[in-house]
């Protein structure tokens, strides 16, 4: 018997239907995964798994009892604990104080007093931490302070904190998004272990491999509708990708069959990324070229974009030998001089850096081109050129819906980084910064990226590709430069190198290669 | 859509004011008086006449340029509590404009208008400076700004401006010519064509943030600093600019003040102008136009509850308060109280369409 | 069930709301006589409770009817005054030179009717001006407060620097010196605004860096202020003298004495020439002749003023009225 059915849920925000027809089966002690494109409706459909959305219909049953589920408080009673794909964290407090925040466990003969003005009891909670920690292998410092956590560390807190309050069901919304890839493998041992005790794991994701990976079985959703649910044994990826776009995909790859220019569309000697770090970066990329920069999170990656982004205020801290943009010195240039030169950037967070989502996508696509001649009319924005660019903006990269008045924030993440896409190279920029320019966009969004990326690059265009995604990496670049403790280890020529050789120079286990190009 | 939108800002203010109404008549039941006849006497009290109506146009005009002034800050997502400071400083360079500058009259008015707007950028441009260059937190420099304009002024009209023939802390007053005519339309009441400067920034604003890349970009600043940042937006000087802007349109309020209500700085003539603003810019939701909407409710309000104390018995001045109190709490709330109301919307729109999916 | 009993609870509330209130009418046409106070309030236990007072009194023992308000701002007097005027009020009467302005307007904009307005001089036909001698109740504090002071310092504190504080200051000085011409006086004001009136905590401040620096005995001229210097003189086990109302009581053996200013007197006598058709316009000054000014000599502050001195003050008090004493006035100086 399922232990979760959902049957015929349907939600709908004004215009937009976000769940048409839900219907979903889970068993008792199993991994299931949940699959689709950004926007086909699988994070409404668990959200109101949770409680934090209320269906306009349809009913979910839960060992095998009808429940209307108000509130995420009414999920938790039955043992649902869903894992956020942000972390719910508080950075400033330590691990255990996170884990009972909500159920602090304070002493009975103050119950009458405010929360704040109790005193924690911690004792308890700590032995019955210990013990789920030795139970699930799920080893963390109860005492360190989240601040100080790396990221697998953090989301086994988010997992402690789901057993604590002794969920069975752990919805996993994209539980891997931030993790590199030998943590993913840790904590898929730790998952599959989870469901051999006993728990039941619903995990969302729109990476097929790790679905393949790790579940049971795989429910499809599309356009806000379950389309079928499958065994994973007797699928593979390229079905799982068919299913959950409707249609066939040809890969994009990088055939290396585009000469390169000798033009230099940057040169950097010597850039100080870290104070700290012994070596500095020393990197060029020629204008209709592509250079990956491969590397685990946190090595310079974001130091690198801040620098080219905002050399003034970056060279500030920071020193550098050369820094040149279309051959010139550009170490004391201002972000607005460095975007209208042509610099165009895809920010690594879209929410955070890139967009305006309370706005329309017109507002949004002015944004850094405020100073572009065909959009202003002295202190005047000329409204009109800019709708215009913005249909051709969105019509080039089939950004969906093609609204132009609609809010930023209902659209979807992959139409979002469209958009974004559109208005980075619409004014025909010589060097992009494609920083996680896939980072949680569906498969149709990524395909299409990938293609205008080659497109660009055979237009003349040297394009910085950044990326956590070392299968994104390999198919798109014409170089790779592997990105160690703030410096360039390794470079590689895209056509002549393999994950394997990538992942040991990523985590500096091979010393020597050409330092720099 | 647009006009559906639209109502739907309003609903909300306007329920939270029917729920503010509903616990005013509680109060007012528990002392004795009957709500009608506070009704009664609210309505006819902010425009029962000319007179009535006029005044409440007194207090309204100053708390239109006051929330924009506010607003203005709120869109560059700061909290300009500076707006009184800024206010008063300019109400002071208007006067000593008027009392030193040509005694033409046309000249004189405008050197006082000039002077009001840059005394009060002056004094936002400080607040902004001291944000955006000096990373000062723009609430506790804009309290700090606001005792120093008090101060300032008070000591520079106590002692070099003083009017010796009067026993209130102002200044020698203008002198009548220059002073703006009262429409005889409003009575006695200081209503002349000053007051039209209110509605005409609120449109000059308007246009401001719709057409100029000046406006997008304060706006955009408030709204995401990182995306600005990115964007090559200079966060400092939008901030800046913010807080000076916003002072400049308080300004008006200063030249209002001098050159239409009392002809001369009295030290303390505001009746806290620059703090109701907040209020005021947050009900009508930081729109121009909601601004003048929610200002003339908070200027009907102000006036409604003075009668209150003459006509009633039981309701003194302090209990008028409470009421008028009572009201703004509930309207500065709207965001929070009527979400069943919302819901209640939605669900009746569902049944007249009936879409259900 | 609890959305039940809040429907309960609303539909009860509005039953009760809106129910009926019985509205009592009032019987044959008597002089109706409108007061209205100063910011301060009602309660400020001196200007205006005294005004207030003087109404009260006037209801009693008259046949008339009264009403009073209270103002919430500077723009608040005109239209307060303008409905009196507007309703079948015959006398209104303005607490405060605040008011002057609003009176000057109104008045001529309602001929027909009476004004009276205390602290400010408003010539039209249709307004009594109420003034009162404060330098000449002044000086006698000043007397008093020579006599009592062991250090040869004695204190001032004003609520604001305006004309008519200086005018108490004025006469304060004047009295002292004729006492002790080597006394020394440090004065002090509370603000700079009208808040001064309404800031006991600064008032209190200011009396006790005075009563630190040597001096015993601080003549109050702040207002409701003043009650923050008293418990500093009590503090300090030092001597005040308040003023308008009479304070000796408030800290009996603190407080010498209270330069007491009979505005109930002269309201009281407004409304009573008004009820008996004597009433005229033009400026009625009350001084120390016709009891408007006064010291307040009681059981409370009996122990403090010995009979020697009270005797002293007494003649200073005969000499003044006499003119064998002139004190300065700085309303005169000044001009």
Known sequence: MSQIKLRGIHKRYGDCISNADVNLDVRKGTIQGILGENGAGKSTAMKILYGLIEPDGGEIWIDGVERKLKSPHDAKALGIGMLHQHFMLSEAQNVIENIVLGQEPTHPALAFLPLALRALKLGDARSRLDMLMREHGLPVDLDARISDLSVGARQRVEILRLLYIDARILILDEPTAVLTPQEVGRFFIQLRALADQGKTILIVTHKLKELMAITDSITIFRAGKTITTVDTKDTDADQLAMLMIGSRLETVKNRHDVTRSAELALEIEELELNKTAPRRCTLNLRRGEILGIAGVEGNGQHELVEALRHPSEFLKHHKVKVLKFMDQDVRHWKTAQMVETGLGCIPADRHEEGLLLARNAVQNFILGHQNQNSFRAGPFIRWSAVRRATEEGMASCAVVPKKLDLELSRFSGGNQQKLIFAREIHHRPKLLIAFHPTRGVDIGAINLIHKKLLELRAEGLAILLISSELDEILALSDRIAVLENFAIAKTFDGGACDETALGLAMTGAQEGGQHGL | MAFEKNLRSLTRPLSALILGAFVSAILIRIVGESPWKVAEIFYNGAMGSAYDLGLSLFYTVPLILTGLAVSVGLRARLFNIGVEGQLTVAALAAALAGIWGPQDVILNRVLGFAAALLGGFLWGAILGYLKARRQAHEVVAGIMLNFIAYGITSWLALNFFKNPDSQNPETIPLIDAVRIPAWSYFQSAPIGWHVLLAPLAAMLLWGFYRWTEAGWAMEAVGENPKAAREAGLSIAQKQFWALAMGGMIAGIVGFIEVYGNSGKFIVGFSPAYGFMGIAVALVGRLHPFGIILSAALFGAIHKGSLDLDFETEWITRDFAQILQAVLILFMSCATLVPAGIQNRWEGLKRRLYGQRP | ?335
């Open chain 3, 1 to 335: 069930m609890t959305r039940l009993a809040t429907r309960f609870f609303l539909v009860l509330g509005f039953a009760w709301i809106f129910a009926a209130t019985t509205i009592s009418l009032s019987a044959a046409p008597k002089l109706k006589v409108g007061l209205v106070l100063d910011k301060g309030g009602k309660d400020d236990k001196s200007f205006n409770t005294a005004a207030f007072l003087g109404m009260e009194k006037a209801s009693k023992e008259l046949a008339i009817e009264t009403k009073f308000v209270e103002g919430t701002d500077d723009n608040a007097f005109e239209p307060l005054l303008r409905s009196f005027a507007k309703k079948d009020y015959d006398l209104i009467l303005a607490i405060g030179f605040s008011q002057a302005e609003a009176v000057k307007k109104i008045a001529a904009q309602f001929p027909n009717k009476k004004f009276a307005i205390v602290d400010a001089e408003v010539n039209l036909p249709n307004v009594r001006s109420l003034m009162f001698e404060e330098h000449q109740g002044s000086y006698l504090a000043g007397a008093l407060a020579a006599m009592k002071s062991k250090s040869g310092k004695i204190g001032f504190i004003g609520g604001m620097d305006i004309p008519l504080i200086r005018r108490f200051l004025m006469g304060y000085d004047a009295g002292a010196k004729s006492i002790n011409p080597k006394i020394t006086i440090v004065t002090n004001y509370v603000g700079i605004t009208g808040d001064a009136w309404n800031n006991p905590p600064k008032a209190k401040e200011l009396a006790l860096a005075q009563y630190q620096g040597g001096i015993d005995v601080i003549y109050l001229g702040a207002g409701a202020s003043n009650m923050g210097a008293f418990d500093a003189a009590e503090e300090r086990k030092a001597l005040a003298i308040g003023c308008d109302s009479n304070q000796n009581r408030i800290k009996p053996g603190f407080v010498l004495s209270s330069m007491v200013k009979r505005v109930d007197v002269a309201v009281y006598q407004t409304i009573k020439d008004a009820t008996t058709s004597t009433f005229t316009a033009g400026t009625m000054r009350f001084g120390l002749q016709n009891d408007g000014v006064d010291l307040a000599f009681d059981e409370f502050n009996a122990k403090l003023v010995d009979a020697k001195q009270k005797a002293q003050i007494a003649q200073i008090k005969k000499d003044i009225i006499s003119g064998k004493i002139k004190v300065p006035d700085y309303y005169l100086v000044k001009k």
